[in-house]
Nanobody
């Protein structure tokens, strides 16, 4: 029922910024926990940031804390990830994810709705 489409990826120099966006469709979007994940080829997908359905809590991985900011606009059905002070190790594919809220913390949700991903490349 939920469809997710990421955008905003591209090439940027280290220290620069990018803003990723995720457009979501579906009648239950406003009650969905959402998150941004990244996965390099051949590696395990890892959570980067997550946000609760009601925007009351957020989670950030240690590697991006203080540099990235996750936000959502439920009225517009969008999820954003502001990425500042980008590092070369941030280079990978980033995915948007969503799941119905059932009482779990946003970073503990088993997400099963995924976008196709958007490529982020950070050059030195």
């Amino acid at each position: 029922q939920v469809q997710l489409v990421e955008s905003g990826g591209g090439l940027v120099q280290a220290g620069g910024s990018l803003r990723l966006s995720c457009a979501a469709s579906g009648r239950t979007f406003r009650m969905y926990s959402m998150g941004w994940f990244r996965q390099a080829p051949g590696k395990v997908r890892e959570v980067v940031a997550a946000i609760s359905w009601n925007d009351d809590s957020t989670y950030y991985s240690d590697s991006v804390k203080g540099r990235f900011t996750i936000s959502r606009n439920n009225a517009k059905n969008t999820l954003d990830l502001q990425m500042n002070n980008l590092k070369t190790e941030d280079t990978t594919v980033y995915y948007c994810a969503a799941e119905k809220y059932i009482g779990q913390a946003c970073n503990k949700v088993t997400y099963d709705h995924w976008g196709r991903g958007t490529q982020v490349n950070v050059s030195s």
